[in-house]
């Protein structure tokens, strides 16, 4: 079996994920790749420290080009905020490593093709991260779409909601400040985790109607002061597209301030046969509408149905660590060869399309109209 050996640059939340998650890699069941963290590197000495219990780790560095220099590091997975993926994304690619970026790769539209055109002048594997597709409602969503029971598609719906905005005293970080988040705000934050399901499906939004709102607009700076917040804290587009029966409306949904929300991903597409829905509001739970006489939407109990095998018993539940090891199974077994008819990380592509949505959605918002999405 081989071994790839992975570096991480950004050693805090998401970082020890990807730790954690290799540290279960024996899971897997009959998985074709092992995997090998043996590089991190932090700004700050004291999150490295976390890293020092994993035995494979070799290198825990605070300079990021130290860890590109090492020649058996493969791929590399960067946790940064966003006004910093265009650089630390190009030098991991001309360093000739392979690349697991996060949302939303790139500040803006044109960092996001930038780091795409490098990738692909490289031929480096590269892919963007987005979790909660992988969970088992999620993918049994994608089968009845793509089953085509649903019959004729009338509507889409998708979303993911936060409470994380909900207390104004809460004290400002990098995600509420454009500099450092981008213009696109909590689009960017959250919005590639809703667009993955529909552009995976050929759904492309044609045109947006945008309403983006900012509603708290400043916090505790930290040291005794107040910041401004300048960043979006929830977004609805209004978007359509075109299927093979005609226009299907597409409403999207990106919130921080959404009341009683912590992590709450969703997804509902309507159709004149069937509909399907699923929320990790209710992670277990997927509804199944069948035309019939009455309306009825029916629930079933989901176990531990993913796309790559586990040791977990099929009786119990999925939960977020469960769906990102999904994730990144789905990209080392793609970069192998061997990811066969099963659910894909998301593309560069599709990582520039939805920075399209986002950039057509912000001059929806100037002009209170609706806009076309360019894709050129």
Known sequence: MKTVNVGIIGGGLMGKEVA????????????????????????????????????????????????????????????????????????????????????????????????????????????????????????????????????????????????SDMDPEKPINWKRQSKFCGEIGVMGDLGMHVMHIPLRLGWVPENVFSRLQVIVTERPDGKGGRAVCDTWNNATLMTTLTTASGKVPMQLEMKRLAPGETNTWFIEVNGTEGGVKYSTKDTKALWLYERRKEQVWMRTDLGFQVPFPTVTGGIFEAGFPDCFMQMLAAYFAERAGALGDRFACVKPDEAVNSHRLFHAALQSHVTDSLVKVDYP
Not at 71 to 95: G, T
Request: with cysteine; glycine share 6%.
């Open 20 to 163: 954690s998650a290799f540290g279960r890699w024996f899971a897997l069941n009959d998985f074709p790749v092992s995997v090998r963290l043996k590089a991190v590197c932090d700004l700050n000495p004291q999150a490295l420290d976390w890293y020092r219990q994993i035995d494979s780790v070799e290198l825990l560095t605070t300079d990021y080009r130290e860890l590109l220099k090492q020649e058996d590091i493969e791929v590399v997975y960067v946790a940064l905020p966003h006004h910093l993926h265009l650089e630390y994304y190009l030098d991991v690619l001309r360093a000739g490593k392979d690349l697991l970026a996060e949302k939303p790769f790139g500040i803006d539209l044109d960092a996001a093709v930038r780091i795409r055109d490098e990738a692909k002048a490289l031929g480096r594997f590269v892919r963007c991260s987005s979790e909660m597709p992988f969970l088992p409602g999620a993918q049994r969503v994608i089968s009845e779409i793509k089953s085509g029971r649903l019959g004729t598609i009338l509507d889409i719906r998708a979303g993911f909601l936060h409470s």
